[in-house]
């Protein structure tokens, strides 16, 4: 059974190769499908017509105001955001049923398993904010690495009082065939990751940037102790190996 309250928004480009598996997996569960596409040239417009219920087309914005300008034309109470690369699973559209029925938070956060290269990487599986009350949050304006902020501009946390935790998985199905293919689109982010720093002077998670462009020590810590935090949180306390 669908629930008229909720409504799932998926922005596009080019994605013939993987929206239909999207959003089949979301018909029962979501009378208002949501597509927002920023100029595809394959007929990702022609699958998203046959199975959302609304499709749009829009200039590209950057992840965050695209995401926005989805939740502007949603209907529903509720909004769950879903990659045209990812899939609802039958067990985590009951638990969103179920949840929705008597919801206990304005927020709350799914686990992500992503497959990558063919296989599941459980062991690095992280939690993205994906489903919220529609009047109770929205994206903030970043190019890339955008977050979900209440509607006075604070972030949502996770732990945070009004947000919870599902349990089941939200299954990611990565583009990348290649490693190649991998770090050509990490270079993209990481570009647009920097230019929102520089505007901003905050990191993704809203963090102060502290780095000095006219000090070599203050460029290459910023650049190296990130960068070693990261390998050790992924490769061994996450058993990224």
Sequence with gaps: ??????????????????????LRSVQTLAQDRVVIDSGSTD????????LATTVVSHPWEGFGPQ?????????GT????????????????????????????DFYWLPIT????GRPLRHLQGKNL????????????????????RM?????????????????????HSHYQTLAAYRARQEQYSTADAEDMLVSGRDRVGRQVR????????????????AAKQFLRKFCVQRGF
Excluded at 114 to 117: I, K, M, N, S
Excluded at 134 to 149: C, L, M, P, S, Y
């Design 78 to 105: 509720w909004i769950l955001h879903v990659d045209a690369d990812e899939e609802v699973s039958t067990a985590l559209a009951e638990e969103i049923r179920r949840v929705l029925r008597l919801p206990t938070f």
């Design 67 to 75: 995401k926005n300008f989805a939740r502007s034309h949603a209907s």
């Design 152 to 172: 006075d501009g604070r972030r949502v946390r996770l732990g945070d009082p009004d947000s919870g935790v599902l349990t089941t998985s939200l299954i990611h």
């Design 114 to 117: 992503t497959e990558f290269l």
């Design 1 to 22: 059974m669908s629930s008229p309250s909720l409504s799932v928004v998926t922005i596009t480009k080019n994605e013939e190769a993987h929206l239909a598996r999207a």
């Design 211 to 226: 780095v000095n462009p006219r000090n070599p020590l203050s460029v290459l810590r910023f650049l190296t102790e990130r």
């Design 130 to 149: 994906r489903l919220f009350r529609r009047d109770t949050g929205q994206w903030d304006g970043k190019q890339v690495h955008e977050q979900i902020q």
């Design 43 to 50: 007929r990702t417009v022609e699958i998203a017509k046959s």
